[in-house]
């Protein structure tokens, strides 16, 4: 590997000399998500996600706990979040235990995950959960801090509108 990393930079150099007039600079854009990234891996896991046993048989598990952790780490996540749930409630048809399952994750991680770049979350789900007959509204709100609205911070907003066999839910983060 080191090898090749060598011979490159030497082809670099030799492609982009003074003659072109271009000054390259190559910098570790990931380093401080590397250290984190090592420091949430030496939190024991199975310690914190015991209390989402119940949760682990079923498909969306993994997936389901890989993309929170994304998101809680990384701002401007609401696209992904929002696009994730509207898939999950196309193909599953027990919506609320699913709607559970991000609730209970979503605490547990943000007060777990030390490095989180997220101040608070709000989900609003509405639509027609397990196929009743009338369509329902559902509020997930997990924050560090009390207010949500504020003049200077940044809010990260997406809808996504998600078709399933009981009608459509509209998904909002």
């Not at 060598?6 to 250290?35: A, D």
């Not at 999950?88 to 777990?112: D, G, P, V």
């Not at 509405?126 to 329902?136: D, L």
């Amino acid at each position: 590997m080191i090898l090749f990393l060598e011979t490159f930079f030497f082809g670099l150099t030799n492609f982009i000399s003074n003659k072109y007039g271009i000054c390259l600079i190559l910098e570790r854009q990931n380093k401080k998500l590397n250290i984190l990234k090592h420091k949430f891996l030496k939190i024991k896991r199975k310690q914190k996600l015991i209390s989402l046993r119940k949760y682990k048989q079923n498909s969306f598990f993994k997936e389901g706990i890989n993309l929170l952790t994304i998101c809680l780490v990384h701002t401007n996540s609401s696209i992904l979040l929002a696009k994730y749930l509207a898939t999950q409630f196309q193909i599953l048809k027990h919506h609320n235990f699913f709607f559970r399952f991000i609730k209970n994750a979503l605490i547990l991680l943000n007060n777990k995950v030390f490095f989180s770049k997220i101040q608070g979350i709000k989900i609003q789900i509405k639509g027609r959960f397990n196929g009743n007959s009338r369509a329902k509204s559902r509020i997930a709100q997990i924050s560090k801090r009390p207010p949500f609205l504020r003049k200077s911070s940044n809010i990260s907003y997406f809808e996504e509108t998600s078709f399933s066999s009981n009608g459509t839910f509209g998904i909002k983060i």
